[in-house]
């Protein structure tokens, strides 16, 4: 059984930084792609970043240049640095692994594409 825990968030002030972490169990690293999501109240689920196995990622509009993505495929862990931190950055945040084959028309960053989801951890920036 997939298990994805999340860790690393909080509140923090506008332009601070966090440093979340997803911990996979019960799953080799394969192939497809990881990501991390972020829901804030009354609003749709937002693809945030995604990395495949050979190192290549995609990032939303939104984060680019202040989001880092990265893996560490020995100890199954997938990361979401965030830097200079904005209230539009609250959210809770979802890590997610692509295990099966999908069509590649559907998005790298679309939640279509992950099929095992972790539990969350709440991101507060405050201004």
């Known amino acids: 059984q997939v298990q994805l825990v999340e860790s690393g968030g909080g509140s923090v002030q506008s332009g601070g930084s966090l440093r979340l972490s997803c911990a996979a169990s019960g799953y080799t690293y394969s192939k497809h792609w990881k990501g991390w999501f972020r829901q804030a109240p009354g609003k749709e689920r937002e693809g945030v970043a995604a990395?495949?196995?050979?190192?290549?990622?995609t990032y939303g509009d939104s984060v680019k240049g202040r989001f880092t993505i990265s893996q560490d495929n020995v100890k199954n862990t997938l990361y979401l640095q965030m830097n200079n931190l904005k209230p539009e950055d609250t959210a809770m945040y979802y890590c997610a692994v692509q295990t099966m084959s999908i069509s590649s028309t559907v998005q790298v960053l679309s939640a279509m594409r992950y099929n095992y989801w972790g539990q969350g951890t709440q991101v507060t920036v405050s201004s």
């Open positions: 990395i495949n196995s050979d190192g290549n990622t």
